[in-house]
């Protein structure tokens, strides 16, 4: 079965920048969602087909995504921005989940 | 306004069983794939079930397969999830997901509904 990986944690200064990855194989053939979850809250979809947000989404957020691995970047992060990220990619009709990064601010 | 609203999540003895429901307001809920995603205590999200809007294809993950079933309602715009053989690894909090096209991500989730499965 198909599986994505994320470091289980990342943790960043206010106004920094926080890099979040999620690997697989050839990932990047595949298109990625990034979802944000905060404590008590369902989670909320930040980015879709790998680069796009949708309405309501700061610009802060953006990602890439190529070879094995995607990317979640946030800049000029703010305190609101501390919770857990989820990368979750398609491998047939079955949404694969990553194990999730906490991000701390 | 979109909503999912899930319901039926209770404490279960292991080898019980469960229905939840989830019921979808504010979009056309015909045209929409439905999965169930859930979350484990200390754990991360996972994906557990998919039912096509028209029922054509439903795929089950391999930790629930025959042991759970997906189904819906379009004239009442619910979708249920029956849980048998229960056992403590599905104890978790249960999502509704709604799904127009998979490329555009999981857009619509609901609240969620407690299942715990204990003795």
């Known amino acids: 079965s198909y599986e994505l990986v994320q470091p289980p944690s990342v943790s960043v200064a206010p106004g920094q920048t926080a890099t979040i990855t999620c690997s697989g194989d050839?990932?990047?053939?595949?298109?990625t969602c990034w979802y944000q979850q905060k404590p008590g809250q369902s989670p909320v979809l930040v980015i879709y087909?790998?680069?796009n947000r949708p309405s309501g989404i700061p610009e802060r957020f953006s990602a890439s995504n190529s070879g094995n691995t995607a990317t979640l970047t946030i800049s000029g992060t703010q305190a609101m921005d501390e919770a857990d990220y989820f990368c979750?990619?398609?491998?047939?009709?079955?949404?694969?989940f990553g194990g999730g990064t906490t991000l701390t601010v | 306004q979109v909503q999912l609203v899930e319901s039926g999540g209770r404490v279960v003895q292991p080898g019980g069983s469960v229905t939840l429901a989830c019921v979808a307001t504010?979009?056309?809920?015909?045209?929409?794939?439905f999965h169930w995603v859930r979350k484990g205590p200390g754990k991360g999200l996972e994906w557990v079930a998919f039912?096509?809007?028209?029922?054509?294809?439903?795929y089950y993950a391999d930790s629930v397969k025959g042991r759970f079933t997906l189904s819906r309602d379009n004239s009442q715009s619910k979708v249920y999830l029956q849980m048998n053989g229960l056992t403590s690894e599905d104890t978790a909090l249960y999502y509704c997901v709604a799904e127009y096209n998979r490329n555009d991500g999981l857009v619509y989730w609901g609240q969620g509904t407690l299942v715990s499965v204990s003795s």
């Open positions: 087909q790998d680069t």
């Open positions: 504010g979009f056309a809920f015909s045209s929409y794939d």
């Open positions: 979750q990619a398609w491998d047939s009709y079955i949404a694969v």
């Open positions: 050839k990932l990047g053939t595949k298109y």
């Open positions: 039912l096509r809007y028209d029922r054509s294809s439903e």
